[in-house]
Every structure is written in C-alpha cells, then in structure tokens.
C-alpha cells in the first residue's frame, strides 16, 4: 500500500498543553502531577481506510509516521450462543488470537499485537533502540513486529514470562531478549527497561505514556463500533496494567465526539485476577491512590494468579487520565475473578464459541458471568467482551513454533547501573 502518515497534536489531559512536534514524547514538560498526554486527531469522524492493512485500517485514529508491515487486526461479531446462556440480547466479542474461521490471524494469539505496530510506525527515530518491559505478552507482540520489519529492538521480561518469547517464524537480529531472574516479576522488569534506556543510543517504550500504544489497543473498541454501528452500554477486560480500559475509554470519547455511533457514554467493567487486586481493590476504597501492601505480600499474591500476564505493581491507576479517571468518568467497575471463576468461563466459552481462551481473556469472561448474576446489565444492553487472546492451542497443533532465548540473564539483585553499562556499554 501507499503510506499515510497521520496528522496528530499531543495534548496534556492535566493542563490542556498542545504539542505540534512528536518527537516520541511520553510526558507534559509543565511543572505539574503526572499526567498523560492524548493524540487529537485532525479526523473528527472516523472512516476506515481501504488501504490500510490490518489494523492500520483505523490509521485515521492512530499517530501513523512511518511505514510498518503488520496484518493483524481486531475481529468483532456476536457472541450468539454465549449471550443467549448468559440472558443477553446483545453481546458482542472482539477477539484477538488464531481463529481463522472468524477471520482472525493474529499469530501472536494476543491483543497486544495491536500496541507495536503503531508504537513502532510512530517511533521513527533510527538511531535509537526502542526498549520494551514486558510480563511476556507485549514482547512477544513487539518481538513478532520488529522482526517482520527489521527493527532494533531491546525486550525486558522477568523469568516468569520467558517461554512466552515464541512465534511461527524465527526471530529477526534486530531483537534482543533481556532475562531477569531470582524471583523477579514485571515490576522489576520495568526498573531494569529503565536503566537500559537511559544509556545512549536507547530510548523507552513508555508503557501505558505511549499514545500509539493505547490508541492501538484502543482498534478493538472501533472494530466493535463499526460492526455494531454504535458504541456498547458496557465493556469488560480483564487488566494487569490497566492501560487497555483507559484506550477503551478514550476511544470511546472519540466515537462520542464523531456523532454517528450513539450518545451514551460507554461503562467499564475491569476485572483482575484474585488474590493480586491492587486496583480493584483501591477502587472499591474509593482511593485515586493504591492501598499500601508489603512488597512480599504483592509477591506472594501474585505467585498465586493463574493469569500471570495481569501482574503490575505499579500500574498507571491514579496518574491523570489513567484508570481511576476512566472508571470515574463512566461510572464503572473493578471486579475480583478466582482462578477457579476463570477456568469455567473459558471453559463454558469455548464449549459454547468454539474456541480457547487465554487465562487473561478467561478473567474478562468469568467478570462477564459476574455481572450478569449481580444484574449489573440489563438483557437488552449491547455488552462488548474484550478477548485480549485465544486459539493459541489451535495455533501449536498447527504451526512450528520458534523460541527467542534471552541474550543476557541478569539477577534481580544484580541489575544495577553499573551492570546493565557493562552489557550495553
């Protein structure tokens, strides 16, 4: 196809700052709170581009700067036999994963896969590598995406995420994998991606900062609204960072301001994997602020979670315009999923759709049954469910499957400023 680049603004949700020039920005330069910045698009309605590929077909929506081959794309239909066992008349399922009977082709079997293609089109900066901490499945997506385009990149995953570094084609030289052991998780991934980028010649991802990372996530919303015609009652996904709900809700307010998909503002419904709830937990005490627990205790918590991808610390809940605004803003929810709630929903889901689910899309799924039971939605509503991932089953029966093995293992006690400028100089 013939490259569009996008015509975007930045704009501090703290103070309204404008900004023209997108050098990679992250963050507000006025003295003020932390805050995230938006992209304000030149298109005030959305029109889908016959000639983008995959999800570049919302390019109109996403800070598109340079060109970057992907072809993955969120699928939206009627969830037909689920809605009619759980009483609604309406629910709708976006899904990211393998089911190509759905038309869906994500090899990398997660909606992560919609963050690197944009984060990577808008990073256009060649002489710096881009750096990514990851809990596994964003570095899986950005290792499938860097790969395919021949860009540098550096991943950070802790131990636990390792052996989700794979793919159905061998991995480009462009992409090094970061290992940090001895009792790490994603939170000390995320210290260690720091350090790394800082030194010359690096720069950060940004996480949850990085506009083309949630407006990428946000495609799974617009792929809903263009095939419903309007924009859900309310929306359920399971969050670890929470990153994905505030792309919803964003993406929502866009389709608001567009005009032609409906006038109701749209309800999160979020869900985490108990007994590691640090954001339901604050949300249901009414807390912009996380509620303080002992570092062991968030480790132990987390050791228990069958969903290990749903695993930040430190997630952008109480920053401006992070988790606590968007749940505020659309009157939503936090809901509080066992490992056991997760099971039977994907359970009853695949029996019912025909396909299997992640153990993150299981927690959405199970918060989904929830709130049906708790009559927190009304059979009429048009309902969304966020499948953040599935058919990976499917995909190893029928692919080879190529492994990225780390090309440094740094210790969790270890991983200092000097250590990291002797691998990285």
Known sequence: MDFQSTPYTLRCVECG????????????????????????????????RDDGDGMFRFGDWLP??????????????????????????????????????RGADMKTCTFKELEAPPVCSRFDDTART?????????????????????????LVVHEGGLDSLWSTRPFSDSVVLVGVDDGADYFDAIQVADMIAK????????????????????????????????????????????????????????LLEDGRFG???????????????????????????????????????????????????????GIRGGVFDAL????????????????????????LEGIDLDPAAAVAAAALIEAVDRHLISTGDMVLLNITGGGKRRLFEEFRIHRLLPRFVLKRREATEEAIRRFFG
Request: aromatic residues 6%.
């Open 199 to 254: 030194r010359p010649g690096y720069a950060a991802e940004g996480g949850a900062k990085n506009v083309a990372r949630r407006d990428g996530m946000g495609t799974a919303l617009l792929s809903a609204a263009v095939m419903s015609g309007r924009i859900p009652d309310h929306y359920f996904q399971a969050v670890g960072s929470g990153t994905g709900g505030i792309a919803s809700w964003e993406a929502a307010d866009r």
């Open 64 to 101: 598109l700067r340079r060109p970057v081959k992907t072809s993955g794309v969120p699928v939206s239909f009627r969830g037909e036999k689920l809605g009619r066992a759980l009483g609604l008349d309406d629910l709708w399922i976006a899904f990211s994963g393998y089911w190509p009977e």
């Open 263 to 317: 006038g109701a503002k749209m309800k999160l419904h979020l869900a985490q994997n108990h007994p590691f709830t640090p954001m339901t937990d604050a949300w249901r005490a009414g807390s912009r602020a996380l509620l303080e627990v002992p570092e062991a205790e968030l480790k132990s918590r987390l050791s228990r979670v069958s969903a290990h991808v749903l695993s930040n610390r430190k997630p952008p809940y």
């Open 328 to 351: 505020s803003d659309t009157r939503g929810s936090m809901s509080s999923v066992t490992n056991e709630q997760a099971a039977e929903a994907a359970s009853l889901f695949e029996r």
């Open 17 to 48: 700052k404008t900004f023209v020039e997108d050098d990679h920005l992250l963050s507000c330069d006025e003295l003020h709170g932390p805050a995230l910045l938006r992209a304000d698009y030149a298109a005030r309605q959305l029109s889908v």
């Open 130 to 154: 881009l750096v990514v901490a990851s809990a596994g499945n964003t570095a899986r997506a950005f290792a499938e995406v860097c790969s395919a385009n021949d860009i540098p990149l550096v």
